[in-house]
């Protein structure tokens, strides 16, 4: 299938970057069309590359960021990051998304009581479905990029040692060596998963090796929000002291949560910090 | 509680407001009003704890006097497995949730995305937010063991043998002998903490009968005045009379510590075999688990033993 023009209507709300976890900062701006128009680009896309010399082509638009105001946490009205420069490219069979705002500390770490910079793109699966989360009638996929996750998948495994240079830990029954561990090197991997409930259930966040930075997630309204069995998001973030740079990418059609743009009518999506 | 600021108990009634209803919480986002804590919060969880905790407000300074005029206690904290859990109403995903079966307190650990919301709405911090797998994480009562009618882990090994795990009746209608029943609905000895927070936690106190009045008024409510009296009436009695000497209700309590952690399985029931000064501990089919002696045998060593020809310096 080929789309020379395939039409994107952007919204934006802001999920501000590293603060406290209570302190979230959500923010939408309301309303707010872009009508951004994917550029056709001949060939391989830069899917995982945010440096990549392609992007310098594509004509970059600036979103402002507001605060969320339909459901906790929304209370705060200036989220740390205002905007978000956006390009979108593709070249047929794949989309790619860049998303740029400026950010000078690079929180990757989730530490007790930080939460980590990410970013998300939210593509609507149905009309109407709003610019958070969807609605009961309106699906929507998410493409949640994460820094730790970034982090995780750059050094494979984030051990406790590295959050805390001073922590001191018992044994782990399950590693053999000295601390940082490393996986799967230090580790026993069927005794390890034993001892950590969340990966044991297999909840993506707490899979300690990621294949990727970027969680497939699917959404029917405030709280629903879900990992999605069919991951098809693939990108890659990098920071470079004053900003980050997150691709986010996937087939246009994967075959499961497809947006409706094989019409060519303008699909919806928002985008998050 | 300090979130909480001043409130008011009207007499035995709290009268203030709880985690639920403070309008005026720090963290407007989060439906209950709490305290996020920091890192540095967590960096020395056990300091002080060995600490004493002040001087007994009889004595007026520290001499050192056998009784010893200064007072601690160890106050062990797991979840509370709370009937209106805070933890719960705060998540705005609702990856927690109470099992019908046992009321015992879950987070979802496929469900949550690490928010901590929780961690911040529980006024006794027992949830904690797990850096490895980064999601949050606390006690589960061992359910596994509570299904299969034994006692969780930390209440089997406590080497003081004073934890006793069951379920309780409807305040309404207590089963007198069921030991929890007895110990918290029928003579009230065992209280919750910090009931003012409104959670309803389940986790009961015998509160220590030599810390000031004034230290548990503040940490089991008003009720513990009448838990200090009705222990210390029972223990003063016994000391005095002799435990052959003491009526029904007050064997039962003496019997119940005693009985404390003497199986691993959950005791329904208990009774009192008066003659032999035994408690028993059935199941809850009525099967017996356990008899135990209420009065455990007493050895005094002397000073010198005369076959080996030396001093003890331990005598106890
Ligand atoms: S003690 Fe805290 S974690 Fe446990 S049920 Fe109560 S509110 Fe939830």
């Not at chain 2, 709290?14 to 540095?40: I, S």
């Not at chain 2, 389940?202 to 220590?208: E, K, W």
Request: hydrophobic share 40%; net charge negative; aromatic share 10%.
């Amino acid at each position: 299938m080929r789309m020379d023009k395939l039409v994107l209507v952007l919204a934006t709300f802001a999920l501000a970057a590293g603060l406290y976890v209570s302190n979230i900062q959500i923010g939408v701006t309301l309303g707010q069309e872009l009508g951004l128009t994917a550029k056709y680009v001949d060939g391989q896309l830069p899917i995982t590359s945010p440096d990549s010399t392609i992007w310098g082509e594509v004509e970059a638009k600036e979103v402002e960021l507001g605060p969320q105001l339909t459901a906790a946490p929304w209370i705060h009205p200036k989220p740390s990051i205002r905007s978000l420069r956006v390009r979108v490219i593709h070249n047929g069979t794949w989309v790619s998304f860049l998303l740029e705002w400026n950010d000078a500390t690079k929180d990757d770490k989730m530490l007790t009581d930080t939460f980590r910079d990410s970013a998300a793109v939210m593509l609507a699966l149905q009309p109407g479905a709003g610019q958070c989360m969807g609605t009961p009638t309106a699906e929507v996929v998410i493409a949640h990029w994460k820094a730790d996750w970034q982090r995780d998948v750059n050094e494979v495994f984030t051990d406790i040692s590295e959050l805390y240079p001073n922590f001191w830990s018992d044994w782990y029954p399950f590693a053999v060596g000295d601390p940082p561990y490393t996986l799967p090197n230090l580790m026993n991997l069927s005794t390890a998963k034993e001892y950590f409930a969340g990966w044991y259930v297999g909840n993506p966040l707490s899979t300690p090796l990621k294949l990727t930075p970027v969680e497939t997630l699917v959404a029917h309204g405030w709280g629903t929000l879900t990992t999605y069995a069919f991951q098809s998001f693939i990108g890659r973030g990098i920071h470079d002291g004053a900003k980050w740079s997150v691709v986010i990418s996937r087939p246009i059609s994967p075959g499961q949560a497809d947006p409706p743009w094989g019409d060519g009518g303008p699909v919806e999506v928002v985008s998050a910090v | 509680m300090e979130t909480l600021g001043e409130q008011k108990w009207e007499a035995k009634r709290y009268a203030g407001k709880t985690v639920f209803e403070l309008e005026d919480r720090p963290n407007k986002e989060n439906p209950v009003a709490g305290y996020f804590p920091e890192d540095l919060d967590y960096a020395h969880p056990n300091l002080g704890e060995d600490e004493v905790s002040g001087v007994l407000e009889t004595e007026g300074g520290y001499f050192p006097t056998i009784p010893k005029p200064l007072w601690m206690f160890y106050l062990p904290r797991i979840c509370n497995h709370c009937t209106y859990p805070a933890c719960l109403a705060a998540c705005p995903r609702r990856a927690i949730y109470k099992r019908e079966e046992d009321e015992i307190v879950l987070v979802d650990q496929a469900r949550c995305r690490g928010y901590r919301y929780c961690i911040e709405a529980c006024p006794y911090k027992k949830v904690f937010f797990n850096l490895m797998t980064r999601v949050a994480e606390k006690c589960i009562a061992c359910f596994p063991l509570i299904e299969n009618g034994k006692i969780p882990r930390c209440f089997e090994t406590c080497i003081g043998k004073i934890r006793i795990a069951g379920f309780i009746s409807k305040p309404d209608s207590p089963n007198p002998e069921n030991p929890i029943d007895y110990l918290v609905l029928v003579i009230k000895v065992a209280l919750p903490l910090f009931p003012q927070s409104g959670t309803e936690p389940n986790i009961y106190y015998i509160p220590p009968i030599n810390v000031p009045l004034n230290f548990l008024r503040m940490m089991f409510g008003p009720g513990a005045d009448n838990a200090v009296k009705t222990y210390r009436a029972v223990m003063e009695k016994a000391r005095q009379n002799g435990l052959e000497n003491l009526d029904d209700e007050d064997l039962k309590l003496i019997g119940l510590v005693t009985l404390a952690n003497s199986t691993n399985r959950i005791v329904h029931r208990f009774r009192i075999i008066r003659e032999t000064l035994e408690i028993v501990g059935y199941d809850e089919h009525g099967g017996g688990l356990v008899k135990v002696p209420i009065s455990e045998p007493k050895h005094v060593r002397e000073f010198y033993d005369q076959r080996l020809k030396v001093y003890r310096h331990n005598i106890t």
